[in-house]
């Protein structure tokens, strides 16, 4: 009796394999990520791989070949970053994918609203109120944290102005737009 055996090749368009390289800065992030902000480490993971990923817009198939995760686990990371708006999806017209990339809107500052810290500092001094017969020491913590709240109101926009000038400055030395006293050029 003969037995024949079928054996299937599956091949996979997939982007470039990343490099150790790459893969070490990715787990980098995703620790920092997960340690300082909580984040589940693939969606720090991913958005490591999405800084210096080649191309830079990568399918859900891509992505998860590349950290050797799983589908789901890739979807619920590129989910958690678009609610951040620091990852975002795109289809190019014709296409049936989905690709994922670093969203533009992340290289902005966040937080830098001054009114949301004038709200932390009107809800601490709600508490302050709750606390009013409470010893010096009982008090300090929230008094520490409606004055931080009010300094960086106070401080944030110039820090925001600060910033703008100088990504206007790194734009411009970038693409040569620099005069010769060293200022930027605005168009």
Same mark, same amino acid.
């Given at each position: 009796?003969?037995? *024949?055996?079928? *054996?299937?090749? #599956?091949?996979?368009?997939?982007?470039?394999?990343? &490099?150790?390289?790459?893969? *070490? @800065?990715?787990?980098?992030?995703?620790?920092?990520?997960?340690?300082?902000?909580? @984040?589940?480490?693939?969606?720090?993971?991913?958005?490591?791989?999405?800084?210096?990923?080649?191309?830079? =817009?990568?399918?859900?198939?891509?992505?998860?070949?590349?950290? %050797? $995760?799983?589908?789901?686990? *890739?979807?619920?990371?590129?989910?958690?970053?678009?609610?951040? #708006?620091?990852?975002?999806?795109?289809?190019?017209?014709?296409?049936?994918?989905?690709?994922?990339? %670093?969203?533009? $809107? &992340? =290289?902005?500052?966040?937080?830098?609203?001054?009114?949301?810290?004038?709200?932390?500092?009107?809800? @601490?001094?709600?508490?302050?109120?709750? %606390?009013?017969?409470?010893?010096?020491?009982?008090?300090?913590?929230?008094?520490?944290?409606?004055?931080?709240?009010?300094?960086? &109101?106070? #401080?944030?926009?110039?820090?925001?102005?600060?910033?703008?000038?100088?990504?206007?400055?790194?734009?411009?030395?970038?693409?040569?737009?620099?005069?010769?006293?060293?200022?930027?050029?605005?168009?």
């Amino acid at each position: 009796m003969t037995q *024949i055996c079928v *054996i299937s090749v #599956r091949t996979a368009t997939f982007g470039a394999v990343p &490099s150790d390289t790459q893969l *070490i @800065f990715a787990d980098h992030v995703g620790r920092f990520y997960a340690r300082q902000y909580g @984040f589940p480490p693939m969606a720090g993971r991913l958005l490591g791989y999405l800084c210096v990923c080649d191309p830079p =817009q990568q399918t859900i198939d891509e992505l998860g070949e590349a950290l %050797l $995760a799983s589908r789901s686990a *890739i979807t619920g990371a590129v989910k958690l970053l678009e609610g951040y #708006r620091m990852a975002r999806r795109t289809r190019t017209a014709g296409e049936r994918v989905d690709r994922v990339s %670093l969203d533009p $809107a &992340s =290289q902005q500052p966040q937080n830098f609203d001054s009114a949301l810290h004038r709200e932390h500092a009107a809800l @601490f001094r709600e508490g302050l109120v709750l %606390l009013a017969d409470a010893p010096p020491e009982r008090r300090a913590p929230l008094e520490e944290m409606v004055a931080l709240a009010e300094f960086l &109101s106070d #401080r944030l926009p110039q820090l925001r102005d600060e910033w703008h000038t100088r990504r206007a400055e790194l734009r411009a030395r970038r693409t040569g737009t620099l005069d010769r006293e060293g200022e930027a050029h605005h168009d």
